[in-house]
């Protein structure tokens, strides 16, 4: 998804291999063609404004000019600020004192959740787990039978809305299945919510009822790398109308540009926690931001 952001960092950097000691018009001319990158890239403005002028302001001091080799002191700069933006450590997920750990998804519709909601039963269930997937999109036609049928794919139980269970009703449905998770055993509960085509205020007011509802221990944003400069008007809406304590970036492996999404965690301050590659049950990893800074700066 990165190939042009990567290559343009790169030649911005490698410009100034070689040479013995940098003078401040070679660091800037490097400085200014990656932030041309990165803001082509739809990395959104106050983020590439931050990562510049840190990167400036580090690139000038004194380190830079005695090094022995300055441009890979300079790479090494470039490394790190990236990796700050993507929001640096890697976060783990924080499992209730007391289970079933609840783990709420939220985003559009068409973000990748009910997908992520397979994967990542699948990646509690090989790490020891016992996951329930919880089917709380009632809005989508067709979303129970998909989350049954991603369920089944990734050797997880989904808990349904049936006569009884709550059927029509979302929030009810989220409760009834953190319920029968704790009645069964099960100590993970990952509960897949609606999302609409666009922001709005009944999707977040029923995203926001389930939360009340169920108290979740983590809820994850999904965000679709390939929405582009929305990415950022939509995480700051989620993170208002819902709130959330981590992103996912689904669909990293597309070719759109993918910078917006790369800007959610600076501009949310939340963790980017993991990343989904594909549509395939495995195609996810845990999201690591030094990893990622590595890959673009390959
Ligand atoms: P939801 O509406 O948020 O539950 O989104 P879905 O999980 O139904 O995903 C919407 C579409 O995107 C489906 O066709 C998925 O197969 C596809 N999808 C989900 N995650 C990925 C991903 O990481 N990569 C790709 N290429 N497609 C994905």
Do not use: C
Request: glycine letters at 10%; proline letters at 4%; hydrophobic letters at 45%.
């Amino acid at each position: 998804m990165f190939a042009t952001l990567s290559d343009r960092i790169n030649a911005a950097v490698s410009s100034l291999r070689g040479r013995g000691r940098l003078s401040d018009a070679d660091i800037a001319a490097s400085i200014a063609e990656i932030r041309r990158a990165l803001l082509d890239a739809d990395v959104a403005l106050p983020v590439v404004r931050d990562f510049t002028a840190t990167v400036r302001e580090r690139a000038t001091e004194a380190e830079v000019s005695k090094a022995l080799n300055p441009a890979q002191q300079i790479v090494k700069i470039v490394h790190e600020e990236l990796t700050r933006i993507l929001g640096g450590a890697t976060r783990e997920i924080s499992f209730a004192k007391r289970p079933p750990t609840v783990i709420m998804l939220a985003g559009l519709q068409g973000a990748g959740k009910t997908t992520l909601a397979g994967k990542l039963g699948k990646w509690l269930k090989d790490a020891g787990h016992t996951p329930l997937l919880v089917a709380s999109d009632l809005q989508r036609p067709n979303a129970v039978q998909q989350l049954e049928i991603v369920g089944k794919g990734a050797g997880v139980a989904v808990f349904s809305p049936e006569p009884g269970n709550g059927v029509g009703d979302p929030v009810a449905v989220a409760r009834r299945g953190v319920a029968h998770a704790r009645e069964q055993f099960y100590d993970v509960v990952v509960v897949d919510t609606a999302g609409r085509l666009g922001i709005d205020a009944e999707l977040m007011q029923q995203a926001a009822d389930i939360r009340d509802a169920v108290n979740p221990d983590e809820t994850l944003f999904v965000i679709d790398a390939m929405i582009g400069q929305d990415a950022v008007t939509t995480a700051n809406a989620f993170a208002e109308g819902v709130g959330f304590t981590g992103v996912v970036l689904s669909k990293l492996d597309g070719d759109a540009r993918g910078g917006a999404a790369l800007s959610v965690s600076s501009v949310t301050g939340k963790p980017v926690m993991f990343a989904s590659t594909g549509e395939k049950v495995g195609d996810f990893e845990r999201f690591h931001a030094d990893r990622m800074a590595s890959r673009i700066l390959d």
